[in-house]
Nanobody, 127 residues
Framework: QVQLVESGGGLVQAGGSLRLSCAAS????????MGWFRQAPGKERESVAV?????????YPTDSVKGRFTISREYAKTTIYLQMNNLKPEDTAIYYC???????????????????WGQGTQVTVSS
């Protein structure tokens, strides 16, 4: 099992930056791929950024964040970060940290997939 705790959300003006953190613990935490998802009101949860367990490969399934968001993780460590720059009002959502031993589950997430979730942190971008 994996437990996830996020921090770092808040309110920021458009064009600003925020950095989210997610600390994982549990028996399989160090071997798990981890990622960030977001869910805006009335929309489905989407995969924003994913990193493998080594921290060597990163993926950004959502095109709108490419070039603005950066996911990072120290080699085989269990804390990940999401640096969000040039934030836009459409980035407003609850951001969730996720983990799973299968990286593909985080890349092609489906609601019926069982992955580990954090409690979520609100990010609000004002125009």
């Amino acid at each position: 099992q994996v437990q996830l705790v996020e921090s770092g959300g808040g309110l920021v003006q458009a064009g600003g930056s925020l950095r989210l953190s997610c600390a994982a613990s549990g028996r399989t935490a160090s071997n798990s791929a981890m990622g960030w998802f977001r869910q805006a009101p009335g929309k489905e949860r989407e995969s924003v950024a994913v990193i493998n367990w080594r921290g060597t490969n990163t993926y950004y399934p959502t095109d709108s964040v490419k070039g603005r968001f950066t996911i990072s993780r120290e080699y085989a460590k269990t804390t990940i970060y999401l640096q969000m720059n040039n934030l836009k009002p459409e980035d407003t959502a609850i951001y969730y940290c996720a983990a799973d031993l299968e990286l593909q589950k985080l890349l092609t997430y489906r609601p019926e997939d069982n992955v580990y979730w954090g409690q979520g942190t609100q990010v609000t971008v004002s125009s």
